[in-house]
Structures are given as structure tokens and as C-alpha cells.
């Protein structure tokens, strides 16, 4: 973004700078979020049975919650919590640890079989349970040519899977990059890998593939008395990645000449980034911000608002609390550069102002967001 005036003799141009810049195809999961289902959920177990595309590859009791039902134990209020879907009103349940290696899973199709030698990249969502007694770090994605039977062989009917006695076909485990442990019991945290497909991937499933003395659990507090962890997912995708862009760009000085930023007019930020769940600004962010100052410095009749955004990931209150804090770092930046505090204001949205929709993960990036008008000063 250049930031020029009428008045100003010279025009001042600013890097840009494009960082790993994927886009992604259509994703090629059947029923992602669970909206398609056959029956409102009425008891506890019964994901396999009520939800389109999608089984289960042992006999575990997969729960399926929808705010559909009414049944205290079956609703976004439920037996082990309380949790909106992510998107739309559905979402699956499942236990990944328990103290006698009982384990739950669930299993999805793809619409087509990947394609050998291409980029793929899976995402999908987990919230704690409120009574969950641990956090987790191992879930895992056991990518199959085949779909899993449950008791098959001597493969265990309901306790952890091991996927060589799960299957004689092809198969593959994968795991979220991120050494962290999913403890949020209020958001939805993000797991996603990329992996490279071999051309036979046709199913996938998503639990715990290791038995307690190899899991690497955390303690979390909790009301319950008993000792396990169980998670929420929503919101699956396994989509082809197309691109890959690595590069800077300088914007050229001609196609600049008689761009001004106008009154009360909002502009989004380019390169204004943070981290997940986090309000501290990256040093990307900076010569983007230290370009709108010195706009700032030479228009002193101007003054500025910051408007922060945010997806609907996670709670209204968090998303609320986030995007104000992120609008106000911009704010202190600003004013730490030297622009008056009386010039500057700042706002937090939420998600409640979207420029997209959050169905997918390029809405949501789009309603990741930091804006700004400018204004005459008063």
C-alpha cells in the first residue's frame, strides 16, 4: 500500500511482501461438517448410524451432537460440556484417552482418490470437553486405501486401533506439526498438516492410534472425577494445494501517481499479521504501519480509526476481546511513532462484521482482518 497526497512532492512506495502464499482447491470431503445427517441426535453413540459419509472403524460409541436436538445429553449443552459447533450446527465427539485404552475414532471418504505426487493439505477443528481431565498431543490421521472394518483380525473392537492389524492394504499415519497440547476448552484450535499423496488414499480416520503408555497427555482441571480426555471436532477438509508464491514486489511508482487515501473511506492493511490467538504485531507488520505514520506526520488536519476482525472461530467474547486488543496494538504503535493520542481511536468487531464466509478457510482468512479510515481531525 502507498500512502500519497496531492500535495506531497514525492511519492513514497512501499514493499510489499507475499509470504508463503498457498491456495487451496475444493475440498474433497464428503459431508465435512456433519450437517447432513439422517436423524436428529436422541442418544449418545450414535455417530455412526445418524451421520452421512461418515462410520466408524472400531466399535467405539462416537457421539454426534447437533443444536437440532433437545436431549440434554445430545445438544451443544451435552453429558461431557457445553460447545457450539464451529460452523453450521453440528459437530462429532470423541474419547482418545481413557484409563482402560477404550478409544473412539471417526472415519470419513473422500470424493475422489488423491492424486500421486500432488501437494495436500488437512485441517480440521478439536475443542476440549469441559470434563476432560486431560490435553492432548497425540491425535493422529490415518490416511487408508481401504475402509476399516471394525474387529478386523485381531485388530481390537474397542480399544486403540493399531493400523498394521487394521488393514492389509495401504496406509499412512499423520500427525499436526505443532508440539503443543490442545487444552482450549473454549475455542476450537486449528490442526493441520500438508502431506504429499501416493494415489491410493480413499479414507481417513482421526482418534488415537497409540495406547496410554505411549500418549503424552497433560492434566487439565476439571470437574469430573474420572480420568480421561475427550474432544469435539468440526469443520474437516483435505484440499490440493495449487500454489505456492515466495516472493517481494515493488509497487510501481507510476501506477501510484494519483492514488490518495480518501476520507472516511476504510482501507484494509496488507501485511498488519499475528500470530494464533495472539495481539502482538510481527515485524512484517511494521514498515506498513511506519509508511501510514509518516502520511499521517505530513496531513496533520487527519486523524485515524483502527478497526480490528477476527473469524468466528472460538467464542464471541474471545473474538471480541481479540480483535480490540490487536486494533489498540496497531494504535500504540502508531502513537509510539510520535502521532498524537488525540488523532487515534480504535475499535474491536469480533466477528461481527464478516467480508466472507466462514465456511472455508479462505473466508475465514479474509475476515482476519485489521482496517483503517482516515478522517478529518477536529
Same mark, same amino acid.
Given at each position: 500500500? &502507498?500512502?500519497?497526497?496531492?500535495?506531497?512532492?514525492?511519492?513514497?512506495?512501499?514493499?510489499?511482501?507475499?509470504?508463503?502464499?498457498?491456495?487451496?482447491?475444493?475440498?474433497l470431503?464428503?459431508?465435512p461438517?456433519?450437517?447432513?445427517?439422517?436423524?436428529?441426535?436422541?442418544r449418545?453413540?450414535?455417530?455412526s448410524?445418524?451421520?452421512?459419509e461418515?462410520?466408524?472403524?472400531?466399535?467405539?460409541s462416537?457421539?454426534?451432537?447437533?443444536? &437440532?436436538?433437545e436431549?440434554?445429553?445430545?445438544?451443544?449443552?451435552?453429558y461431557?460440556?457445553?460447545?457450539?459447533?464451529k460452523?453450521?450446527?453440528?459437530?462429532?465427539?470423541?474419547?482418545?484417552?481413557?484409563?482402560?485404552?477404550?478409544?473412539?475414532?471417526?472415519?470419513?471418504?473422500?470424493s475422489?482418490?488423491?492424486?500421486?505426487?500432488?501437494?495436500?493439505?488437512?485441517?480440521?477443528?478439536?475443542?476440549?470437553?469441559?470434563?476432560?481431565?486431560?490435553?492432548?498431543?497425540?491425535?493422529?490421521v490415518?490416511i487408508?486405501?481401504?475402509?476399516?472394518?471394525? &474387529?478386523?483380525?485381531?485388530?481390537? &473392537?474397542?480399544?486403540?486401533?493399531?493400523?498394521?492389524?487394521?488393514?492389509?492394504?495401504?496406509?499412512?499415519?499423520?500427525?499436526?506439526?505443532?508440539?503443543?497440547?490442545?487444552s482450549?476448552?473454549?475455542s476450537w484450535?486449528?490442526?493441520?498438516?500438508?502431506?504429499?499423496?501416493?494415489?491410493?488414499?480413499?479414507y481417513?480416520?482421526?482418534?488415537?492410534?497409540?495406547?496410554?503408555?505411549?500418549?503424552k497427555?497433560?492434566?487439565?482441571?476439571?470437574?469430573?472425577?474420572?480420568?480421561?480426555?475427550?474432544?469435539?471436532?468440526?469443520?474437516?477438509?483435505?484440499?490440493?494445494?495449487?500454489?505456492?508464491?515466495?516472493?517481494?514486489?515493488?509497487?510501481p511508482?507510476?501506477?501510484?501517481?494519483?492514488?490518495?487515501?480518501?476520507?472516511?473511506?476504510?482501507?484494509?492493511?496488507?501485511?498488519?499479521?499475528?500470530?494464533?490467538?495472539?495481539?502482538?504485531?510481527?515485524?512484517?507488520?511494521?514498515?506498513?504501519?511506519?509508511?501510514l505514520?509518516?502520511?499521517?506526520?505530513?496531513?496533520?488536519?487527519?486523524?485515524?480509526?483502527?478497526?480490528?476482525?477476527?473469524d468466528n472461530?472460538?467464542?464471541?467474547?474471545?473474538?471480541?476481546?481479540?480483535?480490540?486488543?490487536?486494533?489498540?496494538?496497531v494504535?500504540?504503535?502508531?502513537?509510539?511513532?510520535?502521532?498524537?493520542?488525540t488523532?487515534?481511536?480504535?475499535?474491536?468487531?469480533?466477528?461481527?462484521?464478516?467480508?466472507?464466509?466462514n465456511?472455508?478457510?479462505?473466508?475465514?482468512q479474509?475476515?482476519?482482518?485489521?482496517?483503517?479510515?482516515?478522517?478529518?481531525?477536529?
Amino acid at each position: 500500500m &502507498c500512502f500519497v497526497d496531492k500535495n506531497m512532492k514525492q511519492i513514497t512506495t512501499l514493499l510489499f511482501l507475499i509470504a508463503s502464499s498457498i491456495l487451496l482447491g475444493q475440498n474433497l470431503i464428503i459431508n465435512p461438517s456433519f450437517e447432513t445427517y439422517n436423524e436428529c441426535p436422541w442418544r449418545i453413540g450414535a455417530f455412526s448410524s445418524s451421520v452421512s459419509e461418515w462410520s466408524i472403524p472400531n466399535m467405539g460409541s462416537t457421539d454426534f451432537f447437533s443444536a &437440532c436436538s433437545e436431549n440434554e445429553n445430545t445438544g451443544i449443552k451435552n453429558y461431557n460440556g457445553y460447545q457450539k459447533a464451529k460452523s453450521g450446527s453440528s459437530y462429532s465427539g470423541i474419547y482418545v484417552y481413557t484409563d482402560k485404552n477404550y478409544r473412539e475414532y471417526i472415519q470419513g471418504k473422500l470424493s475422489k482418490v488423491l492424486e500421486k505426487g500432488k501437494k495436500y493439505k488437512m485441517t480440521f477443528y478439536l475443542s476440549l470437553a469441559d470434563k476432560s481431565s486431560y490435553a492432548l498431543k497425540d491425535i493422529q490421521v490415518l490416511i487408508t486405501e481401504e475402509q476399516l472394518k471394525p &474387529c478386523y483380525k485381531n485388530n481390537s &473392537c474397542e480399544k486403540t486401533i493399531k493400523p498394521s492389524k487394521a488393514t492389509k492394504k495401504q496406509y499412512k499415519v499423520y500427525s499436526n506439526r505443532d508440539d503443543i497440547y490442545f487444552s482450549d476448552k473454549r475455542s476450537w484450535m486449528k490442526y493441520s498438516f500438508e502431506f504429499t499423496a501416493e494415489g491410493y488414499e480413499n479414507y481417513f480416520s482421526i482418534g488415537n492410534f497409540y495406547r496410554n503408555p505411549k500418549t503424552k497427555k497433560h492434566k487439565v482441571l476439571s470437574t469430573s472425577p474420572l480420568f480421561f480426555s475427550y474432544y469435539y471436532i468440526d469443520d474437516v477438509s483435505i484440499e490440493a494445494i495449487e500454489k505456492e508464491v515466495y516472493e517481494n514486489v515493488d509497487t510501481p511508482k507510476n501506477e501510484n501517481k494519483d492514488k490518495v487515501l480518501k476520507v472516511n473511506k476504510i482501507y484494509k492493511f496488507n501485511n498488519v499479521l499475528f500470530n494464533f490467538d495472539k495481539a502482538d504485531l510481527l515485524k512484517v507488520s511494521l514498515n506498513e504501519l511506519d509508511e501510514l505514520y509518516l502520511y499521517l506526520n505530513e496531513n496533520s488536519a487527519l486523524s485515524i480509526e483502527i478497526y480490528g476482525h477476527t473469524d468466528n472461530v472460538g467464542t464471541n467474547e474471545r473474538n471480541k476481546e481479540l480483535s480490540e486488543q490487536r486494533a489498540k496494538a496497531v494504535a500504540d504503535y502508531l502513537i509510539s511513532l510520535g502521532l498524537n493520542t488525540t488523532r487515534i481511536k480504535s475499535f474491536g468487531f469480533g466477528s461481527s462484521k464478516p467480508v466472507a464466509e466462514n465456511k472455508t478457510e479462505k473466508g475465514r482468512q479474509l475476515n482476519r482482518r485489521v482496517e483503517f479510515k482516515i478522517l478529518k481531525y477536529q
